[in-house]
């Protein structure tokens, strides 16, 4: 993917511009955007230039800060979640700094996890706007990816060291995004912010939003990520359940009613026509009799529950590795993004690195999050987190802002203003 590197400067300046200068703008659907200038190029998602990554990372606080700055005025309503987000941080801190073998990066993880989702937490205030910069960023990118592979495939596959052999990586397209997980995680997390649009609005939004959905669900089959696959999956039931158990108008019920026979409709096609291609997709070894192959995970999430044992009350750092021998060269530094480690499964990888004492603190949070989404009627938000939650049992991206989980958790926070009840919140 050769992108040109003057996107990476030209987004994040227009984004703190339109932050500083609009009167009502799609804050968290903005910051999305100056995120997602991380996967515009090959080398740059590498963090081959790492201190443009910085950079950008501190153009993502500095846009919190403008957010809260703005945003004072109103009602704070993330209390509960972030005083247990709070605790998290201090005990990830204390924990980190007796017991992690990288003190340093484990300590800068933290402060840029803290400071991003707490910002989040900080900044988020009650508004009747409808994410329209989310949606269309979304969308853009499904469409996109679409496009490039109906008509210019070889930039879907632009993961692969070498462009012009993007044919050998079929079943792995990425679109945009230079990497499939990437792709399928993106809009897994965004199905059910385009189900509401299509379902709840009216004209040229509930066109595009049904569009995107269509084109998102095609791309994530293209990925061949099952990681994707589940988490759509499960934001499309969730949305679709409250959407049809919420629904007040027979227009909301009809549209519920019509995405549920299609897509019902759609899986008897390919389980009559696409059989083998879906066994090859879910058991990612050709043949069912050979098993379900999880791709080195089992092994994984075994290291990791090692190192829970090791030191089960407090954890053994926070974002380091389970194999430390693997990763002692001096490029597991504080800039680059080969500073990331996955772990697969985030309830093993938050045991691990935090232990009892944090992974009970961190699922709190997560709780009051819930909790005061289903208070105001925010089932958008809660079915963006369940397959958030899915997507990290395989793929554990939860505390890395700066790439799949920083825009999933944008993305959960831009939807959470869309209230399927009109009742006032109670106090």
Known sequence: MAFSYYSIFFLPLTVIATLMLSRSPDFFGLILCLLISLSFSYFFSLGSIPDIVL???????????IVYCRAQSANFEYKHATFWFG???LVASISSYRYSIYVGISEAKILFCGLFIGGLLLTARPSPSFPSVALGAIGAIAFLSLFCYLFIPYIGYAFVLDPN?????????SGIMNHPQLL???????LPLMLYAYIHKNGLASRF???????SLCLIALSSSRTGLLAAIASSSC?????RKHAVSPTVKSRVTIVIAWLFLAVCICSIF???EAKAFIFKSGESGEGFNLSGRDKIIAASWDGFLANPLFGNGFQVPSDYTEHGAAGFGLTSESTSIEKCFFITMLLEEVGIVGTTLFLSMLWALISQWRRKGSYVSIAALVSFLVINTGESCILSPS?????????????????LSTQPLPP
């Open 55 to 65: 950079i950008v990372r501190i153009l993502i606080l500095l846009s919190i800060v």
């Open 274 to 276: 696409a059989m083998n």
């Open 239 to 243: 949305a679709l359940y409250f959407f």
């Open 209 to 215: 939003g049904i569009g995107a959905f269509i084109a």
């Open 184 to 190: 399928a995680a993106i809009l897994a997390v965004n």
């Open 87 to 89: 605790l998290f941080i």
């Open 165 to 173: 052999a993007g044919r050998e990586a079929e079943g792995k397209f």
């Open 403 to 419: 790439s799949v989980g920083g825009l999933c958790w944008l993305s959960i926070f831009a939807a959470h203003n869309l209230r």
